[in-house]
Each structure stands twice: as structure tokens, then as C-alpha cells.
């Protein structure tokens, strides 16, 4: 990264960890699968890159992102609004597309 | 920590350099906002989100600015043709562009100034400009002299004489007027109807590289530390922004960063596969808000990329790998691999 922010070699790094983390967890190695996807969260962290963790958004937003759904299918857009600025400021990313809206944390 | 970075000024990778250690200061052209963002938009604003993340997750305070240019005649064109309020037509744009930037994920600026909200500021420079025998006034407005500016041209690397013998746009090198080709309007005068501001020289609207040079000095000051863009602003926005800084004695930009162009080489094939996305909001309808980033971090910055369907589902594919490798590895958690990080942040 520090050598004219080449990401295309960051990015190999990090690709190289992932599977290097996940040898260590299928090989029973919790110790060194800890440490790289430790570092892999970090790197991922380092280029704004946000991980998947939608398992781990709670019930009550789950609920708001489904009751924010509906409302903009009645197109009560004030409702809709209201809910998003509300999840915002519980920290996620209120995504809505066509296929529905999605959450992540900030 | 030391970042090495290509400058364009002197075409060299150098060290980014903190005019005040452990902060560092840029300046990020923004959108003319006259419709939705494109692709290429996009680009322009995830590098720069890359960079600035990078920075500082290494520790490094960044104040980045990023303008809303909310006055142009591509905008008063649509408010005509559309028969709407300019206004209404700018901040509805502004809307849209964040919108997209949140679903991006990139992180607000810490400013953003906009070109309105400097006018008396702006008309301060061009004043200065005149007085300092740099500017002149034509029919239609004040234009910058470019031949006080020794270094003209730096930014393009190209000679002056050799631009103009490959025939520029008129925006650029137009008005018969002008004392040289390359002269630019730093003021213009409003059209009877047009929005218009006050100014010593008669009622009118700011020229676009008036604005940021006036934006980023306000706000960031003299000899900040970097400024960049889009490769297709190095010249002649930039340069003209640079031009009129050294005019008047400033201390301006210490290091410049263009990032590459959005390259659509598939053609018709691309417009059949992905409906021809060129608009950012499509795109981000279509996939994971995240494949666009991933594409772009798997190419150099200043490399053309080309956005199409085959990359933009391997970017996807990329994604799924690490979100199943995040599922099953998220409740380890120990003290990150110190070589792994090294790795990743020195090569």
C-alpha cells in the first residue's frame, strides 16, 4: 500500500491470509486461524472493505429494515425515511434497492 | 510511516509529505451536480475513500475536502430546458450524489463547501487577479491572463503550442477575445434570466476553476497537502487552478493524484450484458454495493479499468469468498499476524 497505494499486491496479501485462515480452521488450528483472520479484518478494515455480518444485526433492526420495506411499497415515503434515519443512528448502512433494503454495520 | 505516492507535478513516486505531522490535508474536486452520478464518479471517490481509510488506519488525521459545485452552465441549461428552478435541480443532484456515496461506502468529507456559499470570496481573487495585471475583461466576462504563469502547463506535460495544434474543446481554448488560446473565464456575465451575483465588474456567475482554487485555500490553507481528482481534471481544470494561485504569490498544492479513467472497451457487448450501466445508481441496483470497490482495489489506481460483466461478477465471486471465510472464522479473535500486515501495508 505504501508503494503508490498498489492494492492489486494489498489485495493479494489479503487473499493469500484468507486461505491461510481457512486451512489453519479446517486443520483444527484455531491459534494461527485467529491470528490471520485477525489480520484479515484489519486489512479489510484498512480499505473500507466491509465483511458480511448480517447474522449478527439484531432483531429489533432486522424488523425496522422489513416495516422500511413495506412502508415504501405503500409508498408511505415519510415512514420509510423515518426508519432509515433511525437505523442510521443505531450505525448501520441502510442499503435499499429494488430487491429490498439490507443492512450492515458502519 | 511513509506513503510514496506518484505526483503528478513532478511525474515522480515521492513521499506524501504532512505539512503538519501525523494530519494531512486534501482536496478532492467534487460533482457538478446537473444528474445522477456515473460510473466514473464513482471511481473518483472510492479511491480516494481507499486512501483516506488507509491513512488512517495507520494513524494519520485527515481532513479531506470535497466541494458541490452547484453553479454551472450545465446546470442553468437543464433548469432551462426542464423549465425548473436551477436551485431545485442542484440540490436534488446533491441528494442523489450522497445517497449513492453512503451505499458506496464512502465516507462523508469533512467539508463540503459550495461554490455558492464562496461567490464574495471568489470575486475577492479575480479582484487580486486584476490588480496584479493577471486578468482582463472581455464582452462576456473577466478572463485569466495565462501568460504571467511561467510554468504553464506542468500539470498537462504538454507544450501549450502542441495542445492547441491538436484542436481543443471551445470551452477551453473559444471566445475570440482572449489574448491567448489557453486563457480561461474567471467570471462570467449573466444572461438576462440567469442566476447572477454582484461583482465590481458587472452581474454575474463564478467561473468553475475559480471555485476550488478559492474552496481549498479557505479551507485548507496555503500549502496543503495534497489535491486530487479524476485524470481528466489534471489539465485544464487543475492546471488552471494552479495557474491562478501562483499568479498571485500562493503557496499551493504540494503533491497532485489523478486516478484513471472508466473504460467501456466491450462496446455494444457491454450495453447487452449490463444494460450499458454507465449510471451509478443502476450499477448499485444491480450488485453488491461492495463489488465496485473490490474491482477497484483489485486494480492500480492510475490503470483504465474497464467495467463490464465478466469483472464486475468475478468481483462478486471475490466477495463470497471472504464473507464465507468472515461466517466461519468470526468468532476467533486474537492479536492480528504482525507479518501479514506488514505485507500488506509496505508493498
Given amino acids: 500500500m505504501n508503494d503508490d497505494l498498489n492494492t492489486p499486491v494489498a489485495m493479494g496479501v489479503l487473499f493469500d491470509a484468507v486461505r491461510r485462515a481457512n486451512v489453519a480452521v479446517d486443520a483444527g488450528d484455531n ?27 439484531d432483531a429489533d433492526a432486522l424488523a425496522k429494515a422489513v416495516a422500511l420495506d413495506a412502508a415504501r411499497a405503500a409508498k408511505d415515503f415519510a415512514t420509510a425515511d423515518k ?15 429494488k430487491a429490498g433494503t439490507t443492512l450492515r454495520h458502519n | 510511516m511513509v506513503l510514496n505516492l506518484y505526483d503528478t507535478a513532478t511525474s515522480q513516486i515521492r513521499p506524501l ?60 441549461d437543464r433548469a432551462t430546458r426542464e423549465n425548473r428552478p436551477w436551485l431545485d435541480i442542484a440540490q436534488k443532484c446533491e441528494h442523489v450524489w450522497f445517497e449513492s456515496m453512503a451505499r458506496l461506502g464512502v465516507k462523508r468529507p469533512n467539508d463540503v463547501p459550495r461554490a455558492t456559499e464562496y461567490v464574495e470570496q471568489i470575486v475577492g481573487l479575480i479582484a487580486e487577479l486584476i490588480s496584479k495585471d493577471a486578468a482582463y475583461r472581455t464582452d462576456d466576462g473577466i478572463y485569466m491572463s495565462t501568460s504571467v504563469v511561467a510554468d504553464y502547463g506542468l500539470l498537462a506535460h504538454q507544450n501549450i503550442d502542441d495542445m492547441l495544434a491538436g484542436g ?158 468472515a461466517a466461519r472464522t468470526g468468532s476467533l479473535s486474537a492479536t492480528p499476524t504482525p507479518q501479514l500486515l506488514m505485507r500488506f501495508a509496505r508493498r
Fill in chain 2, 168 to 325: 481543443g474543446d471551445r470551452n477551453v481554448f473559444g471566445a475570440d477575445q482572449k489574448k491567448h488560446p489557453a486563457d480561461f473565464v474567471l467570471w462570467k456575465f449573466s444572461k438576462p434570466g440567469e442566476p447572477a451575483w454582484p461583482s465590481p465588474w458587472g452581474e454575474g456567475r463564478p467561473g468553475w476553476h475559480s471555485e476550488c482554487v478559492v474552496m481549498s485555500l479557505e479551507l485548507l490553507g496555503e500549502g496543503f497537502d495534497l489535491h486530487c481528482g479524476g485524470a481528466d481534471l489534471r489539465f485544464p481544470h487543475h492546471e488552471n487552478e494552479r495557474a491562478q494561485a501562483v499568479a498571485l504569490g500562493k503557496d499551493f498544492a504540494h503533491h497532485w493524484m489523478h486516478n484513471g479513467f472508466v473504460v467501456d472497451t466491450e462496446g455494444e457487448k457491454m450495453s447487452k450484458s449490463l444494460g450499458n450501466v454507465t449510471n451509478l445508481p443502476d450499477l448499485l441496483d444491480r450488485y453488491d454495493a461492495r463489488a465496485y470497490r473490490m474491482l477497484l482495489l483489485q486494480t492500480h489506481y492510475r490503470s483504465p479499468v474497464k467495467v463490464g460483466l465478466d469483472n464486475i461478477d468475478a468481483s462478486v465471486n471475490a466477495l463470497a469468498g471472504i464473507d464465507s471465510f
Fill in chain 1, 83 to 97: 426508519l432509515r434515519a433511525e437505523l442510521q443512528a443505531l450505525g448501520y448502512l441502510v442499503e435499499t434497492t
Fill in chain 1, 31 to 57: 491459534q494461527t486461524a485467529a491470528s490471520v483472520a485477525s489480520a484479515v479484518r484489519e486489512m479489510c478494515a484498512a480499505i473500507g472493505l466491509q465483511l458480511d455480518v448480517a447474522k449478527d444485526i
Fill in chain 2, 17 to 76: 509529505k504532512q505539512r503538519v505531522p501525523g494530519e494531512l490535508s486534501i482536496y478532492l474536486c467534487g460533482p457538478t451536480v446537473y444528474g445522477p452520478p456515473h460510473i466514473g464518479h464513482g471511481r473518483a471517490t472510492l479511491v480516494y475513500d481507499i486512501l483516506r481509510r488507509y491513512l488512517e488506519w495507520t494513524g494519520v488525521k485527515v481532513r479531506l475536502v470535497s466541494n458541490i459545485t452547484d453553479i454551472d452552465d450545465k446546470i442553468i
